[in-house]
């Protein structure tokens, strides 16, 4: 259907420019948009373009948390994951009229720049109740795609009920993890060397994931400063404090070889600048192999004063965020959502994760105050909140939830097993 020597290049109007700046939510980089539109062998109708709301909003696979502003604007352009040969349904409560098309755009990062074009355009079908789509990713590397509903060359305006995003894929079981030593390693609270703490780190994966049917195989021990390509950006003489998951973290995945390609890059760092922070990643990673949004940083002090006083973390903390950030990693959100999340997603109509087997924490803003409110980020966090009565909240001890306490950490539900299982699926390993 798409022939690249019919491709329109245009510049965008400012409904368009709009695309591009919600984009950036979500990519990171300054936006200016050029689009590649689609020409049709056998023209009409032709494809409806992304709304003004198109790429506000994001779903990922098999996340069970309310998206009331994704089910609104689904049809102006909803971000959807696409994980190569991975296979992917889509289902809402049917509506009135005949069944609307889903086209999928894929979104082609250009430079700073997004381009779409589309990919794949989808007849729903008809089952209990519901309309269904079912597609494939059939790429060789992680996409994203953009949502439009058509219903007879219109768009389908009316806000889903009941939207569901579920995915499911072929792949291992097994996954490895990279320990990635970078800069100057000061060690955590206990002393422990980095061979210590990555004992520690592969016995506390195997305890939390294994239930859940996941094996974790092992742990390697990388240095950043060794690295063959960006070795450079994390010399041995210096402390790494991070802001956020830069580009020169993201680009330690690059140029390695089997086994190493596949595992899970774990990068330890000095400390965040943001007060108490402990741990960063993106809800639902984008690649373990070499790619955007493929890391989860931890680190080995909290900042309690600005960047003036850095304390060393217990080696337990450690090991405890290491799960949780993970966790994210895998597509499970906080068991209780924070202002942050919703202010990082946009959306505030979560209040918890959905899954039926988690226990949350209504009280839990309270408890916090306003210290958590609204730094916007793409990626999730943990922090450490200092008197934190954590015991008030049934979800203190459940890996997911979103504050380092003294609770001593659970296990995963068997909610949260199940979709961690599922989304490991999907990542090529
Ligand atoms: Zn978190």
């Known amino acids: 259907m798409v022939s690249p020597e019919k491709t329109w290049v245009f510049w965008l109007d400012d409904l368009e420019v709009n695309l591009v700046r919600h984009l950036g939510k979500y990519f990171a980089g300054a936006f200016s948009l050029l689009l590649v539109g689609c020409l049709f062998d056998s023209a009409p109708p032709d494809p409806i373009s992304p709304g003004a709301n198109g790429g506000d909003y994001r779903l990922f696979p098999n996340d069970l948390g309310k998206a009331d502003s994704a089910a609104k604007y689904f049809a102006q352009g909803v971000i959807l994951p696409g994980h190569p040969g991975a296979s992917y349904s889509l289902s809402f409560v049917a509506g009135e009229g005949s069944i609307p098309n ?5 979104l082609i990062p250009k430079g700073d720049q997004y381009m779409y074009t589309t990919d794949q355009l989808i007849e729903g079908k008809l089952s209990e109740g519901q309309w269904r789509y079912d597609f494939n990713a059939n790429f060789s590397s992680q996409i994203d795609w953009l949502t439009i509903l058509e219903q007879k060359g219109k768009r389908y305006e009316t806000p889903l009920t009941n939207l569901h995003f579920a995915g499911w894929g072929s792949n291992s079981s097994h996954i490895s993890l990279n320990l990635w030593i970078t800069g ?10 980095p061979q210590e703490l990555a004992k520690l780190i592969l016995a506390g994966y195997r305890t939390a994931y294994g239930p ?3 094996t974790v195989d092992t742990v390697y021990l990388q240095y950043a400063s060794s690295h063959r390509l960006s070795g450079k950006s994390f010399p041995d003489s210096l402390p790494i404090v991070a802001e956020d998951i830069e580009s020169r973290f993201d680009s330690l995945g690059n140029g390695l070889a089997h086994p190493y390609s596949e595992a899970l890059d774990l990068v330890l760092i000095f400390g965040f600048q943001e007060e108490g922070m402990l741990g960063l990643s993106p809800l639902f990673g984008k690649n373990l192999e070499a790619g955007e949004a493929g890391v989860v940083l931890l680190s080995t002090h909290r900042s309690s004063a600005g960047l003036q006083d850095f304390t060393a973390v217990g080696s337990e903390v450690m090991v405890a965020t290491a799960v949780h950030e993970t966790g994210h990693f895998f597509g499970l959100r906080h068991t209780t959502v924070t202002q942050r999340d919703m202010m990082a997603s946009g959306d505030f109509s979560a209040e918890e994760d959905g899954i039926g087997d988690t226990p949350w924490c209504p009280g839990l803003a ?12 793409k990626f999730l966090s943990r922090k450490f ?6 015991y008030q909240c049934p979800d203190a001890e459940n890996p997911m939830f979103p504050y380092s306490t003294d609770v001593i950490m659970g296990a995963f539900t068997e909610g949260q097993g199940a979709i961690l299982a599922k989304n490991l699926s999907i990542f090529p390993h």
């Open 102 to 106: 889903l086209r999928l755009y894929r």
């Open 184 to 193: 100057k390693y000061v060690p955590p609270a206990g002393g422990e060397t």
């Open 212 to 214: 859940a049917g996941i």
């Open 366 to 377: 309270y408890l916090v105050g306003t210290r958590d409110i609204p730094v916007s980020s």
């Open 385 to 390: 909140i200092a008197g934190l009565a954590a």
